[in-house]
């Protein structure tokens, strides 16, 4: 994903404007290597996660049976493949967009089994706009917010993605 053009500093006109402009683009600098570096960090544990189900499958099995997820052990196997190779490719920048789409459902998946297996929780999802922290506290919630923002915003320049996209224009 190449940047987006940075705003035009006006010609002329308010100086607060100008120097908006100058920060405004300085500031759109900065969204590629954000973007990297979540992606990097979140790949990698995603993959580490994944890894996990596989090498403690039965133990996974255990808990998804435990938060009442219905056919436990295909619902460990699809998470695991969908969280390994789902962080190989974030963590790359490799079909980037596409890939986040398993994994946005893979954490909705796991943030509501997880959180309306237990009834304390039945409260504070319906209270939900008094107190986010049943979201926030969330250990799906890193993982969610960065597939929904790797597929509105991309890999960014520093990806496969971004290299493809490149040689492309060529």
């Known amino acids: 994903m190449t940047a987006k053009p940075a705003p035009t500093v006006p010609r002329?006109?308010?100086p607060i404007l100008t120097y908006y402009c100058r920060f405004a683009a300085l500031a759109g600098k900065l969204q590629s290597p954000l973007l990297l570096l979540i992606r990097v960090?979140?790949?990698y544990q995603c993959m580490i996660s994944g890894y996990a189900h596989i090498t403690h499958f039965q133990n996974t099995?255990?808990?998804f049976k435990g938060w009442?997820?219905?056919m436990p052990e295909i619902n460990v196997a699809f998470s695991a493949?969908?969280?390994m190779i789902g962080g190989a490719l974030l963590l790359l920048g490799l079909a980037a967009r596409l890939i986040s789409v398993p994994l946005i459902g893979n954490f909705i998946v796991a943030f509501l089994a997880v959180n309306l297996s237990d009834p304390h929780y039945h409260?504070?999802?319906r209270n939900f706009w008094n107190s986010q922290d049943v979201l926030l506290k969330d250990a799906a919630?890193?993982?969610l917010m960065t597939a929904i923002l790797i597929l509105i915003f991309g890999p960014g320049i520093f990806s496969?993605?971004?290299l493809i996209k490149h040689l492309r224009r060529k």
């Open 12 to 14: 002329s006109g308010s």
């Open 41 to 43: 960090y979140i790949g």
């Open 61 to 63: 099995v255990e808990a």
């Open 68 to 70: 009442n997820v219905p």
């Open 81 to 83: 493949i969908t969280e």
């Open 123 to 125: 409260q504070l999802l």
């Open 141 to 143: 919630f890193p993982f």
């Open 160 to 162: 496969i993605d971004g």
